[in-house]
């Protein structure tokens, strides 16, 4: 669960309860690694690759791509974040989160961008971002780096890159961090539940 969402679910009322731990931070690192590895094969070296984060979840496991994949080919990979809060086709269906930095310093004209998010889950937010690289170019090819695919697409998107596929009840959330991934349930508190 993104940053974002998280820091929302104290003030309702809500939290995040772990259940299940599936991959350790040792595990979330061998699988950028790997990740990396596979961008550089599929792409035949890092020409014209440009690197974008899908805030707030998905930019420090892009921050941490690029810094591997310099090590694996010593050559610096441009790097950017997006935020498609406002390219959402859910608004009015749940609460606009404040927007974040979207930094794009590049052109994405012509150029192979890796996106990179932290959860495949739906596929919506996938489909803003493309939307909202509309608005700044026309890239030539767009792959999509993911820590964890959970299933249940609403939209035909597919992930080119995969740390794990992990599948989940619609109603289960997973959480990524630098620390690992767990699987766990939004609940609501006695005090939200009126309860004393």
């Known amino acids: ?33 790997r990740i990396a590895h596979e961008i550089v094969e599929r792409n035949r070296g890092l020409q014209d690759v440009v690197v974008i984060g899908l805030q707030t979840g998905g930019v420090w ?44 310093p590049f052109d994405i ?9 932290d959860v495949l889950f739906t ?18 090819v767009v792959q999509l780096a993911v820590m964890v695919d959970r299933g249940h697409r609403e939209l035909p998107i597919r992930p080119d890159f995969v740390g794990k596929n992990l599948p989940t009840r619609r109603d289960e959330l997973v959480d990524v961090t630098e620390k690992g991934v767990t699987i766990g349930d939004l609940l609501t508190t006695d005090k939200e539940r009126g309860v004393r």
């Open 123 to 140: 596929g919506r937010t996938v489909r803003a971002a493309l939307e909202a690289f509309a608005a700044r170019g026309r890239a030539g």
């Open 61 to 104: 496991l892009a921050e941490r791509l690029v810094a591997i994949l310099r090590e694996i080919e010593g050559t610096a990979v441009p790097f950017g974040t997006i935020d498609v809060a406002f390219y959402r086709d859910d608004i009015g269906l749940r609460p606009v989160l404040p927007e974040e930095v979207t930094d794009l």
């Open 109 to 117: 004209t012509g150029r192979t961008v890796v996106l990179v998010d």
């Open 1 to 33: 669960m993104a940053d974002r969402e998280r820091g929302l679910t104290r003030p309702s009322g809500r939290v995040f309860v772990a259940r299940s731990h599936v991959m350790d931070g040792d595990e979330v690192r061998r699988a950028l690694v």
